[in-house]
């Protein structure tokens, strides 16, 4: 892909088209950027690095007790060991849901996220309404993704305030006995890994 | 600095909207503002609490009315300025008029994938040990600094316990204005709904978040 002719279905009057196609060719005529290196950054993002990542390390610690304790001891080490290491993942914490709590996580202040195993935040991550209602409705939210938690389950919220990222192991679902990783993997939503859901049982899978 | 950005508690700003099978990126110019932003923090001109700054430090219409990546775009011509890569003509006239200072390195396809698996680590050896253990009960300072700063407003002279201690990072307060990492030690610290949000909050919920040794006093 060059990037000379990959913004021609932009439309050319959206303003922020238009502002970063500029700023974009200013920094390239001055040697600062290589547009190449985008394209590649872009593509991590697209096509590498996702919430799959994360579907990985929640099925192993949901089928190795070892590999689970590891996972809560030092989860940036755990995770390093399947390969999912970098930006935003260089200092993971794992929460681990239980019968009685629930883990939810933001970053009120910003959009702090472990992109390493989750991938870029969603739009809502990001915008205002998650940030701003999580930390005091956090039941008003789960509404919203369609989880109604019971009454007396306990709701933890991580606010990212510092580089720590957090990835949430939802609770294994019934009937998954003698699953295998990749099978339990595809449980494994992105959301449940943030902790605005919880894991696909198999039939809804 | 209290700004727009620091979100938690604030009300009336309408429903979360989950989007259902969300794509990556909205639009093309998204994955460019992406890109760009991650190719010039490669310039090695500013830090990643710097970069945060540029894009909090906003008017509250301009920060709750832009996406996040329009945010984003608007701290990084700003840090871009700041730093002497873009000039406003340059900006105006939307190409390369002035020139620029000179980069510390700038990124190559080819190095992308080594400089993204290697990201950025924050953590730093603290030689003194940790004031607090876990279980210690902790009260947080209440400051209202013009510049920069991790703990959120609502979390501010609020007493609760400490969970975890973390190792030494970069102090996000004074490395923002170029007055040095000066690292500290991270701690959770977890505090009740009724503690931060008073009576009615819900009496399942806790909250915690992660605080330099600096934001906490001994309750």
Redesign the interface.
């Known amino acids: 892909m060059t990037h000379d002719h990959d913004h021609d279905h932009d439309n050319e009057l959206d303003p922020m088209a238009a502002r970063v196609r500029a700023l974009e060719t200013i920094l390239t005529r001055k040697g600062l950027v290589d547009p190449a290196a985008i394209d590649v950054i872009v593509d991590t993002y697209e096509t590498k690095v996702g919430p799959r990542n994360g579907a990985r390390v929640v099925a192993k610690a949901w089928s190795d007790p070892a590999y689970a304790d590891w996972l809560r001891k030092d989860a940036t080490a755990a995770i390093a060991s399947l390969g999912f290491t970098g930006r935003q993942g260089e200092h993971m914490q794992a929460a681990f849901n239980t019968p009685d709590t629930h883990n939810l996580v933001v970053c009120t202040l910003c959009s702090c996220y472990p992109w390493a195993v989750l991938g870029l935040p969603p739009v809502w991550y990001k915008a205002p309404p998650y940030r701003s209602r999580a930390v005091i409705d956090p039941r008003g939210v789960l509404e919203e993704f369609g989880l109604t938690l019971p009454a007396d389950t306990k709701i933890r919220v991580w606010d990212s305030t510092a580089e720590l990222r957090y990835l949430v192991v939802p609770e294994r679902p019934a009937g998954t006995e003698g699953f295998s990783e990749e099978k339990l993997a595809g449980l494994v939503t992105r959301d449940s890994m943030i902790g605005t859901g919880v894991a696909l049982t198999p039939e809804a899978a | 600095m209290n700004g727009p950005?620091?979100?938690?508690?604030?009300?009336g700003?309408?429903?979360?909207?989950?989007?259902i099978d969300?794509p990556?990126?909205?639009?093309?110019?998204e994955?460019?503002?992406?890109?760009?932003t991650?190719?010039?923090g490669a310039?090695g001109a500013w830090n990643i609490d710097e970069s945060?700054h540029a894009?909090?430090n906003r008017h509250p219409v301009d920060y709750?009315s832009s996406?996040?990546?329009?945010i984003w775009?608007k701290g990084?011509?700003r840090l871009?300025k700041r730093h002497g890569?873009?000039s406003e003509r340059?900006?105006a006239k939307?190409?390369?008029v002035d020139?620029?200072a000179t980069?510390r390195r700038?990124?190559?396809?080819a190095?992308?994938?080594a400089t993204?698996?290697?990201?950025?680590?924050?953590?730093r050896p603290v030689e003194a040990p940790p004031r607090f253990k876990a279980g210690d009960r902790v009260v947080t300072k209440n400051f209202s600094p013009a510049g920069h700063t991790?703990?959120?407003r609502?979390?501010r002279r609020k007493e609760g316990v400490v969970e975890t201690v973390?190792e030494g990072?970069?102090f996000p307060d004074s490395n923002a204005h170029g007055e040095g990492e000066n690292p500290q030690r991270?701690y959770?610290v977890?505090f009740t709904?009724k503690e931060?949000?008073g009576e009615d909050?819900?009496p399942?919920?806790?909250?915690?978040?992660?605080?330099?040794e600096s934001y906490l006093e001994p309750a």
């Open positions: 950005h620091d979100l938690g508690g604030q009300m700003l309408g429903p979360v909207a989950p989007e969300e990556v990126f909205h639009a093309e110019w994955k460019r503002a992406l890109g760009l991650l190719a010039s310039l945060r894009r909090e709750l996406s996040y990546y329009e775009i990084l011509e871009l890569f873009v340059d900006l939307g190409r390369a020139g620029a980069p700038v990124l190559k396809a190095d992308v994938p993204l698996a290697r990201g950025g680590p924050c953590d991790r703990l959120p609502y979390a973390h990072f970069v991270v959770t977890v709904g931060i949000w909050a819900d399942t919920l806790t909250v915690s978040i992660d605080a330099w």
